[in-house]
T-cell receptor
Framework: EDKVVQSPLSLVVHEGDTVTLNCSYE??????LLWYKQEKKAPTFLFML????IEKKSGRLSSILDKKELFSILNITATQTGDSAVYLC?????????????FGQGTTLQVKP | DAGITQSPRHKVTETGTPVTLRCHQT?????MYWYRQDPGHGLRLIHY???????DKGEVSDGYSVSRSKTEDFLLTLESATSSQTSVYFC????????????FGDGTRLSIL
């Protein structure tokens, strides 16, 4: 059974802290791993990772993939209250031309002032 | 903005009634997806479409049907709603192809009493 597991499930930090969110996966077929941020409504896309060891970066957020150990991390440095959200990890199973995603449970991050 | 509109945004109905949710997109994207989001489960794929009249099942398709008679609309139907189908439903599109990130609508909150 294809599975994506995120940890921790929830996290409370103070502004300025650095956080690391984890995503591990066991899937029969792998095309890419994606990170999304979900505030009140729609998940919004952050990163897509396809190759091991290549860091993707956007401002204070960065992510990296390890295809040998089957995990990815999302780092957020100098956290701000606006980073409070649910962070979702998903794996694209690469099923032909379908784009099927398997999501983890999400990590709820709360950043306190 | 991926140009996705979901309707209705909220709905409360009774067990046994039929319910149809609509996902409308304005940019003729071929790939469309329906997910449900429940606490502890992340997002789970219900059905997806890869073109007009071309649909297939996802991981939690029991009790749901879909139709896509034109490119811009993807309908999700609960033929006889049950309380276990109370959830938040998200529509997503793949803007540049099935191997590219999906973009999500704002969701429909459905409560079945």
């Amino acid at each position: 059974e294809d599975k994506v597991v995120q940890s921790p499930l929830s996290l409370v930090v103070h502004e300025g802290d650095t956080v690391t969110l984890n995503c591990s996966y066991e899937v029969t077929n792998f095309r890419s791993l994606l990170w999304y941020k979900q505030e009140k409504k729609a998940p919004t896309f952050l990163f897509m990772l396809t190759s091991s060891g290549i860091e993707k970066k956007s401002g204070r957020l960065s992510s990296i993939l390890d295809k040998k150990e089957l995990f990815s991390i999302l780092n957020i440095t100098a956290t701000q209250t606006g980073d409070s959200a649910v962070y979702l990890c998903a794996v694209d199973l690469g099923s032909g031309n379908t784009g099927k995603l398997i999501f983890g449970q999400g990590t709820t991050l709360q950043v306190k002032p | 903005d991926a140009g996705i509109t979901q309707s209705p945004r909220h709905k409360v109905t009774e067990t046994g009634t039929p319910v149809t949710l609509r996902c409308h997109q304005t940019e003729n994207h071929r790939y469309m997806y329906w997910y449900r989001q429940d606490p502890g489960h992340g997002l789970r794929l219900i059905h997806y479409s890869y073109g007009v009249k071309d649909t297939d099942k996802g991981e939690v398709s029991d009790g749901y049907s879909v139709s896509r008679s034109k490119t811009e609309d993807f309908l999700l139907t609960l033929e006889s709603a049950t309380s276990s189908q109370t959830s938040v439903y998200f529509c997503a599109i793949s803007v540049r192809g099935p191997d590219q990130p999906q973009h999500f609508g704002d969701g429909t909150r459905l409560s079945i009493l």
